[in-house]
Each structure stands twice: as C-alpha cells, then as structure tokens.
C-alpha cells in the first residue's frame, strides 16, 4: 500500500506542475508564483501594493510591477495585470 500511496503523491505533484500559473514580475525579475487561482490572483494583487509602495519609499522611478499568466506547456505568457511606479505614484497620493 505505500507504493500506491508515493504514486499517488507524485501523481498529484506532476499535475500541478502541469496546471496553469500566475507569476508575480518586480522590477524585471520574478518575484513569487503561484498555481492559477482567485486566491492567488487576489494576494499578488495586495503583494504588488506593498512593492510599489517599497519601490516609492526607496525613490525607484523606473520599472514596476506585473502579474502574467503561463501555461506550463508552451511556457507562453499573457500580461494579466500591470502597473508602472509613475501610475503608483499619481494614484496613491
């Protein structure tokens, strides 16, 4: 029966290798990921916040954040949600 069950789990670790994801893009470098979900959408949105806050506090002008969506298969990427620290800037005043 341990076999069945160390099958199982690599099973379900394939698979969610397998499942489409969101990733978390900072100043050109990816900084979390995420298996493609509501949940996971909704914290890189709040995570995002709080970086471009860091990137103003830090005087960065440059650069931002985005969120884009990648299926494992063709590792093909769409642009999901994005925000610039100028478009930050002039919002959250």
Known sequence: MSHLMCYTVRMMIKEDNKRTAYELWFLGDIHDR????????????????????IAIDENIVVGGVEIVEVNPDSRDMDSVWSMNVDEFKKVSR
């Open 34 to 53: 995420g298996v493609k979900s509501r949940e996971t959408f909704n914290r890189f949105l709040v995570e995002a916040g709080s970086l471009l806050r």
